[in-house]
């Protein structure tokens, strides 16, 4: 039997400022090179979100668009928590993690309440962050990327996605990037993260497959994208003055 | 006037879009209105007296429906014709919107659109053709839809849709079948090339599968003879001249598809003499860019700055043209282009430009096949120009603002000519 996967996005009208939505075409593409279905539904309507998705990807978005990402995220609150309890994986980045935590203090005192789904919370740093990021994660490997956010994240230290090696992460001095909690994974990592580190797309494939009682295998279309991604980030390491992969 | 509310919505979001952005917006009245009213499309295409008239099919399909929509125009008929886009609903709509009535109809004889074999499939369902006219299925784009089977299974389903005729490449063996499968249901009119042609096309006609036999000049439209811009057709078995908007046998078979079509569309009214006039009327066909002459051969330039140019310039690339793509040291973080959906290229001969390997990640991503990965710009022209003269389009070279001024300094081109994009 064909295993059929469905990756819900949400909002990525709002939430793709860095393409970070693409992320669940990185999963379903994936999905597809290992012998599986796959569709990716954008939600950007409560009623768009499909009945038992396979896995959630939230991008990040511009200040302007909180209230309204975080709306819609409010409205499919109940739906968010049980996936997350089944181990449906949900993939957060940027203002998307913000929005999952338990709000963002803004400059002006105000705060958007959050989802409360993550420990921690965003608040305010003293300049925005915008370069290369090299992470250390217990789970998945050399994480390496992009990072680009005005705020630090505190409160997320009993549980992140790994150590700084280049770059901020979370910020406030931790040397901490990110949060995870289950197979929820929150990070500042923007852009298409999980083609950059296929380990970390293939683990949430692998966990998405076993809930669905199959086995995954990389196809081999994803081992040629994936020589394509080991020379970007080559280029990445070598520029930074990181050891190589 | 049951669309009147979702039309008028459509014309104030395009009235918002434009205030907010001067020129621009176009396919958000589309998005619009196809969310509030998801029946507006295909009636609006089922109403036109003349008739639906759909293109489809691997490749040709773009110039195929210019020449018919000329052919057709020169006739006297009033046309209504899609701009190609990525995303056909959406464009199609909005496209609509711009000439509709508050009914929803448009006040012209027929309509004639190109359609994507993926997106064409999809819609197609809801769809009453007069006309379907079919060019080819080929192996060039078979790493975007897996296999030829598969190209071929979603054109039968828009040819399934068809109430009058027909219209397909007889010396495609797929499409040929396709017709058969159709035969009792509706009529059929035929074109393709004579052997001698056949034989004196070096790299064959490209389809994934060649019909076995050529078809009778008696029985449709055949292509003759074809020298440079110049071709012979023979149609109803009279020999016409046609100047063609560019070299090569595709161009003129695709002519002899377009007249086929204006034959099946125009019936007793159908001058095969008015028809090549306009036919021959018709621009060169390049893409958004600046076509430039090295060495005796030319070469198009289309540069991308950010995601909007990224995928409006590239959806405007001939699919079957050679292409060199690099990216440089000007975009820090390629993430941001990542919303750009690159597979209308289809496949990139080199990718190139110090952020090769992750421009290459993302065509991957996007199923385009990659030739290879050169990190050296310079020995990535030099090859690109190298490489002998396609059969079918023109080699384009696209490129970030870093890597064109890399690439004219490399080819000792003036700085001052900037590319027009």
């Known amino acids: 039997m064909t295993v059929s996967i469905t990756v819900a996005v949400i909002a990525p009208s709002l939430l793709n400022t860095n393409g970070d939505a693409e992320n669940a075409q990185v999963l379903a593409r994936r999905a597809r090179w290992g012998g599986a279905e796959a569709v990716v539904v954008p939600v950007e309507h409560p009623d768009d979100l499909p009945p038992d998705p396979d896995a959630i990807v939230i991008g990040s978005g511009s200040d302007a668009d909180l209230e309204a990402a975080r709306d819609l995220l409010l409205a499919i609150h109940d739906e968010l928590r049980v996936a997350a309890t089944r181990g449906v994986p949900i993939l957060a980045v940027g203002t998307g993690l913000e929005l999952l935590s338990w709000g963002i203090e803004h400059d002006d005192n105000t705060v958007t309440e959050g989802l409360g789904l993550v420990a921690g919370r965003a608040v305010a740093n003293t300049a925005r962050v915008s370069d290369d990021i090299v992470v250390a994660s217990p789970r998945f490997g050399r ?52 083609a950059k580190n296929p380990a970390m797309a293939d683990h949430l494939l692998a966990s998405m497959f076993t809930r669905l009682g199959a086995g995954y295998v990389a196809g081999e279309r994803a081992v040629e994208a994936d020589k394509h991604a080991a020379r970007a980030r080559a280029a990445i390491l070598e520029r930074l003055g990181q050891t190589a992969d | ?206 389809h994934a599968r060649q019909s076995e036999e050529r078809l009778p000049a008696a029985d449709g439209v055949l292509v003759t003879a074809v ?84 995928q409006l310039n590239i959806d405007t690339v001939d699919t079957d043209a050679p292409k060199l793509f690099a990216i440089g040291s000007d975009v820090r973080d390629p993430s941001y282009f990542w919303p750009v959906d690159t597979s209308a290229l289809g496949s990139v001969d080199i990718v190139s430009g110090s952020k090769a390997a992750e421009l290459a990640l993302q065509l991957a991503y996007d199923d385009v096949r990659i030739g290879r990965v050169e990190d050296d710009l310079a020995r990535a022209i030099d090859d690109f120009l190298a490489a002998p003269p396609p059969s079918r389009g023109m080699k384009t070279i696209i490129f970030s603002a870093d890597s064109m001024r890399r690439t004219r300094a490399h080819l000792g081109l003036t700085a001052d000519t900037e590319v027009v994009s």
């Open chain 1, 143 to 194: 994480l390496v990327g992009f990072e680009n956010h005005a705020r630090a994240y505190v409160g997320a230290e009993g549980s992140p996605l790994g150590r700084v090696a280049y770059g901020v992460g979370n910020g406030r001095d931790s040397s901490q990037e990110g949060v995870v909690m289950g197979e929820v994974i929150g990070t500042h990592l923007h852009g298409p993260l999980l």
């Open chain 2, 1 to 206: 006037m049951r669309y009147a509310p979702a039309i008028l919505v459509g014309r104030s979001v395009r009235t918002l879009a434009r205030l907010r952005k001067p020129g621009g917006g176009s396919a958000v009245p589309g998005l619009v209105v196809n969310r509030i009213a998801p029946g507006y499309l295909a009636h609006a295409l089922n109403s036109f007296a003349g008739g639906l008239v759909i293109v489809s099919g691997s490749s040709g399909k773009s110039t195929t429906t210019k020449m018919l929509v000329a052919a057709l125009r020169a006739h006297g008929r009033s046309v209504f014709t899609n701009p190609s886009t990525a995303n056909i609903s959406q464009g199609l709509t909005s496209a609509l919107l711009e000439e509709a009535d508050l009914s929803g109809r448009i006040a012209r004889d027929i309509a004639v659109l190109e359609m994507d074999e993926g997106h064409g499939a999809l819609i197609a369902p809801q769809l009453s053709p007069r006309v379907v006219a079919l060019t080819n299925v080929m192996v060039d784009q078979i790493d975007r839809f897996h296999d030829p089977e598969m190209v071929a299974g979603m054109l039968a389903r828009i040819a399934h849709r068809a109430t009058g005729t027909v219209v397909v490449n007889a010396d495609d063996a797929h499409l040929v079948e396709l017709a058969e499968a159709l035969h009792d249901r509706v009529q059929f009119l035929r074109f393709g090339v004579t052997t001698e042609v056949l034989d004196r096309s070096r790299h064959g006609l490209g």
């Open chain 2, 227 to 310: 020298d440079g811009r110049l071709a012979t057709l023979s149609v109803d078995g009279f020999e016409h001249t046609i100047n063609l908007p560019a070299r090569g046998v595709h161009y003129a078979t695709d002519a002899a598809a377009a007249l086929a079509t204006a034959k099946a569309v125009l019936g007793e009214a159908f001058d095969a003499g008015v028809a090549c006039a306009a036919i021959g009327a018709i621009p060169p066909v390049f893409g958004r860019g600046e076509v430039v002459s090295i060495d005796g051969q030319n070469v198009e330039f289309v540069l991308v700055q950010n995601p909007a140019s990224f």
